[in-house]
């Protein structure tokens, strides 16, 4: 008999990786602003480090709160949770770090819309990589994963398969990226407080993004203040918040359905386009924002039990 996902999925946990689904979404109009005015890697370093403080906070208040109730913080007091923490922190920080930088670096060459669009091509390929982990999902999840490939391909090439250019393809690779990410999240989870994993993920990102800052350059600083709102956004919104939420939300989620929930930042991508940056959707690609939304609602449907 086949292994299944048996995983019943939260409907709190997805209500949490939707909302940082919209703040994802959302975040690319505000990256692609800053990749005018500085490169991938100065980007991360200060995004990173910003969120680093914002967490660093997040943290001592969570733990006055836990302490009040008589919960246990989650702190490493052992050998073995500092050994974990170290691991999940550098495996998660440094996924977290080269998918960042190859979509940073991909939307100094595509627009917003398209760049959050493609992005969600990780909805395609976290099933698969279940499969060779002899994890199989229930036949719904794979209707629904149907779904979101139909309506990312009405988002993503409005005109057809045409016209990809070299911004197109960095952001495919950083979907490749965000998928081990996802997987890297999955698997440490349940070892490591979620806030905590945040900030040390979140912190080897920076220590990463700040050598390639170093090796690079130092951006000038009046380029730096033009991108400090992007910068600020990006740093609390998405990497202190949203990766917080996702990292909590995953523990209540299987990989699929996560997946399919994350994608929808490429819709909540396109309303950030048109808002802050003009951008507008025809008539396809909203069809495509609808049936990638069924797919998303039907992957949180319950499934068939299998019986002998």
Same mark, same amino acid.
């Given at each position: 008999?086949?292994?299944?996902?048996?995983?019943?999925?939260?409907?709190?946990?997805?209500?949490?990786?939707?909302?940082?689904?919209?703040?994802?979404?959302?975040?690319?109009?505000?990256?692609?602003?800053?990749?005018?005015? =500085?490169? !991938?890697?100065?980007?991360?370093?200060?995004? #990173?480090?910003?969120?680093?403080?914002?967490?660093?906070?997040?943290?001592? =208040?969570?733990?006055?709160?836990?302490?009040?109730?008589?919960?246990?913080?989650?702190? &490493?007091?052992?050998?073995?949770?500092?050994?974990?923490?170290?691991?999940?922190?550098?495996?998660?920080?440094?996924?977290?770090?080269?998918? #960042?930088?190859?979509?940073?670096?991909?939307? !100094?060459?595509?627009?917003?819309?398209?760049?959050?669009?493609?992005?969600?091509?990780?909805?395609?390929?976290?099933?698969?990589?279940?499969?060779?982990?002899?994890?199989?999902?229930? !036949?719904?999840?794979?209707?629904?994963?149907?779904?979101?490939?139909?309506?990312?391909?009405?988002?993503?090439?409005?005109?057809?398969?045409?016209?990809?250019? &070299?911004?197109?393809?960095?952001?495919?690779?950083?979907?490749?990226?965000?998928?081990?990410?996802?997987?890297?999240?999955?698997?440490?989870?349940? !070892?490591?407080?979620?806030?905590?994993?945040?900030?040390?993920?979140?912190?080897?990102?920076?220590?990463?993004?700040?050598?390639?800052?170093?090796?690079?350059?130092?951006?000038?600083?009046?380029?730096?203040?033009?991108?400090? &709102?992007?910068?600020?956004?990006?740093?609390?919104?998405?990497?202190?918040?949203?990766?917080?939420?996702?990292?909590?939300?995953?523990?209540?989620?299987? &990989?699929?359905?996560?997946?399919?929930?994350?994608?929808?930042?490429?819709?909540?991508?396109?309303?950030?386009?048109?808002?802050?940056?003009?951008?507008?959707?025809?008539?396809?690609?909203?069809?495509?924002?609808?049936?990638?939304?069924?797919?998303?609602?039907?992957?949180?449907?319950?499934?068939?039990?299998?019986?002998?």
């Amino acid at each position: 008999m086949n292994d299944r996902i048996e995983k019943k999925n939260n409907p709190l946990s997805a209500l949490l990786l939707l909302v940082a689904a919209a703040l994802w979404g959302f975040t690319f109009a505000f990256q692609d602003m800053g990749a005018d005015h =500085i490169d !991938a890697g100065s980007f991360l370093a200060m995004r #990173s480090w910003t969120a680093c403080v914002f967490l660093f906070f997040v943290i001592k =208040i969570a733990d006055k709160i836990k302490i009040s109730k008589g919960i246990p913080t989650g702190q &490493p007091t052992t050998h073995t949770m500092r050994r974990h923490y170290l691991t999940g922190g550098l495996i998660c920080g440094a996924s977290l770090f080269f998918a #960042s930088f190859f979509q940073q670096a991909g939307l !100094a060459y595509t627009t917003t819309a398209k760049a959050s669009f493609i992005t969600a091509l990780y909805v395609i390929i976290v099933p698969i990589t279940c499969v060779f982990r002899k994890q199989f999902p229930k !036949a719904h999840v794979w209707f629904a994963v149907g779904l979101g490939v139909i309506g990312l391909y009405l988002l993503s090439f409005s005109k057809g398969p045409d016209g990809i250019n &070299p911004g197109d393809m960095i952001i495919m690779i950083s979907a490749l990226l965000w998928t081990v990410q996802i997987l890297c999240v999955d698997y440490f989870k349940y !070892a490591i407080d979620g806030i905590r994993l945040s900030f040390y993920q979140t912190l080897t990102q920076g220590l990463i993004a700040t050598a390639v800052m170093l090796v690079k350059g130092l951006p000038a600083m009046e380029n730096v203040m033009a991108a400090l &709102p992007a910068i600020l956004f990006a740093g609390i919104f998405s990497s202190g918040i949203a990766f917080t939420l996702q990292i909590i939300a995953q523990g209540g989620l299987d &990989p699929t359905s996560a997946s399919l929930i994350m994608c929808l930042e490429s819709v909540f991508g396109a309303i950030g386009g048109f808002l802050f940056q003009g951008q507008t959707l025809t008539g396809r690609e909203l069809a495509g924002c609808a049936i990638m939304f069924a797919g998303i609602v039907i992957s949180q449907l319950p499934g068939r039990e299998k019986t002998k």
